[in-house]
């Protein structure tokens, strides 16, 4: 039986999931920790699970166009330093999921229940689709968990 090339693993987004995230200034420029988030990935890693950054920050495509390969690896090593700061470790860092993936924690997913094309969402409460536009979300205040 050959190796896997790449082991099961849980993708954790960086903006707005694990880092605070106010809009787009640089590759370079990362938000304060999200506690919560922080606590909740150091126990994964405290349990054993291989954790990465899940994040189009290391994108070839950035927000102008195709970025030089430089840039992508300076925006590499401030993420490396960032998870060395916050989390105890430097993690992996990709903006792909693979096979191997078994989790994704990301602020922009929109979970689905397997085989239906139903969200968890509609599921649990019963609510029909009325979500062709992803923009129509819900989306927290800052000030709480009140929405929109």
Same mark, same amino acid.
């Given at each position: 039986m050959s190796k896997l090339v790449d082991e099961p693993h849980i993708l954790v987004d960086l903006d707005s999931t694990l880092a605070h995230y106010e809009g787009w200034s640089s590759p370079y420029d990362i938000g304060a920790p999200v506690k919560p988030m922080v606590d909740r990935i150091k126990k994964l890693i405290k349990e054993g699970k291989e954790v990465k950054i899940f994040t189009a920050r290391v994108s070839e495509e950035g927000p102008y166009g195709l970025r030089p390969r430089h840039e992508l690896d300076k925006t590499r090593d401030?993420?490396?330093?960032?998870?060395?700061? !916050? @989390?105890?470790? &430097? @993690?992996?860092?990709?903006?792909?999921? #693979?096979? !191997? #993936?078994?989790? +994704?924690?990301?602020?922009?997913? @929109?979970? +689905?229940?397997?085989? #239906?094309?139903?969200?968890?969402? &509609?599921? +649990?409460?019963?609510?029909g689709s009325k979500l062709e536009n992803p923009y129509s979300l819900p989306i927290p205040a800052k000030e709480g968990l009140k929405t929109k």
């Open positions: 401030v993420i490396r330093k960032w998870c060395k700061a !916050h @989390l105890g470790k &430097e @993690l992996d860092i990709t903006n792909k999921k #693979t096979f !191997h #993936t078994v989790q +994704i924690i990301d602020d922009r997913c @929109l979970q +689905i229940v397997p085989n #239906t094309g139903q969200s968890v969402v &509609e599921f +649990i409460t019963g609510v």
